[in-house]
């Protein structure tokens, strides 16, 4: 595991060493990069939590307070 941890801290240093070097549209280029695709990973996960039904109690909290609320209605 150390020597693990140890590679890993290795290669984020690397990178950081990299990255602070980058010329400024460089740098704007890779952080838009990153972001997309930090969207496109959590859209993924979304989806998979969706077809998993691991949202589903999002629907029926929205649905049981549709229900409380025609109630209060009348």
Do not use: C
């Amino acid at each position: 595991m150390f020597l693990r941890s140890s590679f890993l801290e290795f290669k984020i240093f690397f990178i950081d060493s990299f990255i602070e070097k980058l010329p400024l549209e460089d740098f704007v280029e890779l952080k838009n990069w990153i972001t997309e695709l930090y969207w496109e990973r959590w859209d993924r996960e979304i989806e998979k939590h969706s077809q998993e039904g691991v949202l589903d109690f999002l629907i029926e909290e929205v649905l049981k307070e549709e229900q409380e609320r025609k109630t209060i209605k009348g």
